[in-house]
T-cell receptor, first 111, second 116 residues
Framework: AQSVTQLGSHVSVSEGALVLLRCNYS??????LFWYVQYPNQGLQLLLK??????LVKGINGFEAEFKKSETSFHLTKPSAHMSDAAEYFC?????????FGQGTTLQVKP | DSGVTQTPKHLITATGQRVTLRCSPR?????VYWYQQSLDQGLQFLIQ???????AKGNILERFSAQQFPDLHSELNLSSLELGDSALYFC???????????????FGEGSRLTVL
């Protein structure tokens, strides 16, 4: 069975600082991995996805993630945080006919 | 705008009552998923339909049921409501229905249910 674990329920960074949100996955088969963002009072929006091919995946709003099979990780990064990045971020793995989500990480961006 | 429409956006009801949440998927998407989001449980998968047939089932209570109609819209029925059913219920749709690769899910804005 597939699962994901997000390390850290809350992350706080200063505006302009590096954003690093951690996600580790467990999967018995090569995984399909996703990062979603949820802004207050909104649904989830896809940031980026990894299926096959290039392990460094670029998404919207300057985010990217790298699939590392040896570390079973799919961490999300952004070089420079913006106030508008404050939101909840979810890592997910596709399996058993559904997306399985992590518990989410709330990103706070301080001015 | 994801193209997924959910109604109602907000719903307040009493314990023991029954409610129906409605979802219209994106044009062309055959798969519909229902998720429940609460502070203590996070995002929990409830059930998936593909072209009218149930394809995957998650942590859905027996008091809850769902269906997908020929026009592909879906309804989630919640009955004998309890305080703990208060949550945000999301519908999502996708083009794929593979057991391993669901493809990208497009989410609606959710229906917030409050049970008093």
């Amino acid at each position: 069975a597939q699962s994901v674990t997000q390390l850290g329920s809350h992350v706080s960074v200063s505006e302009g600082a590096l954003v690093l949100l951690r996600c580790n996955y467990s999967s018995s088969v090569p995984p399909y991995l996703f990062w979603y963002v949820q802004y207050p009072n909104q649904g989830l929006q896809l940031l980026l996805k990894y299926t096959t091919g290039a392990t460094l995946v670029k998404g919207i709003n300057g985010f990217e993630a790298e699939f590392k099979k040896s570390e079973t990780s799919f961490h999300l990064t952004k070089p420079s945080a913006h106030m508008s990045d404050a939101a909840e971020y979810f890592c997910a793995v596709s399996g058993s006919g559904k997306l399985i989500f992590g518990q989410g990480t709330t990103l706070q961006v301080k001015p | 705008d994801s193209g997924v429409t959910q109604t109602p956006k907000h719903l307040i009801t009493a314990t023991g009552q029954r409610v129906t949440l409605r979802c219209s998927p994106r044009s062309g998407d055959l798969s519909v998923y229902w998720y429940q989001q609460s502070l203590d449980q996070g995002l929990q998968f409830l059930i998936q339909y593909y072209n009218g047939e149930e394809r995957a089932k998650g942590n859905i209570l027996e008091r809850f049921s769902a269906q997908q109609f020929p026009d592909l819209h879906s309804e989630l029925n919640l009955s004998s409501l309890e305080l703990g059913d208060s949550a945000l219920y999301f519908c999502a749709s996708s083009q794929l229905q593979g057991a391993r690769n669901t493809g990208e899910l497009f989410f609606g804005e959710g229906s917030r249910l409050t049970v008093l």
